[in-house]
């Protein structure tokens, strides 16, 4: 037996209720599952669907999960689709109820809270983040590292924070790099049009 097929095989749970294969393996930052192959990680719906239907997927194209399910991984439930036509679906699916579990499998009912964009973030996830974060800060300091400083004279990504390319929230108060700001709401500009 294909030691690749016994690997995905054992990254699975079949949801009898709605036919959905779940990816019980590592996640993306999507939601989508990562798959390792051969050396190289690839998404389990796309190798799903090559390796059961026999049909190869060209590069320039997407498989589109019927049933919205990121973690699906079910043959039946893909379809091959251009770009195009995945981001009107994902656009329609908008539209639809918002999931009810976070990437990682927990209920966001009574798990959830909503931050300022309206985004809801998993209490569970956070909580476990956080605890980690805490974790490595006294692993390093019991080894006698210092935690790294934030630097107050650059933004995050680096651009210098002038009066001019600060913008101060006045809800808030919470300082923002103006040319970050330029550059989200171009990418996120060109995302809903589908541009590249």
Not at 33 to 56: A, D, I, L
Not at 144 to 161: A, F, N, S, W, Y
Request: contains cysteine; glycine residues 8%.
């Amino acid at each position: 037996m294909n030691t690749t097929y016994e690997n995905f095989l054992n990254k699975l749970k079949m949801d009898l209720t709605t036919g959905c294969w779940d990816w019980q393996g590592s996640l993306n930052w999507q939601g989508y599952g990562k798959f390792r192959m051969n050396g190289t990680v690839s998404t389990p719906h796309r190798w799903s669907y090559e390796y059961f239907t026999g049909k190869g997927v060209a590069s320039d194209m997407h498989v589109d999960h019927l049933c919205r399910n990121r973690r699906c991984v079910n043959y039946l439930h893909l379809e091959v689709v251009t770009p195009a036509e995945n981001n009107r679906r994902g656009i329609i699916a908008c539209a639809k109820p918002q999931e009810t579990h976070c990437p990682y499998g927990h209920a966001y009912e009574g798990n959830a809270y909503f931050g300022k964009t309206g985004g809801r973030t998993c209490i569970k996830c956070a909580k476990k983040r956080n605890k980690l974060s805490k974790q490595r800060l006294r692993e390093q300091k019991a080894l006698g590292v210092e935690p790294i400083k934030q630097d107050t004279t650059h933004c995050k990504r680096g651009h210098l924070r002038t009066e001019e390319n600060t913008y101060v929230k006045p809800s808030t108060g919470a300082k923002e790099c103006r040319l970050c700001n330029n550059m989200s709401k171009k990418r996120s500009y060109y995302k809903q049009r589908g541009i590249a």
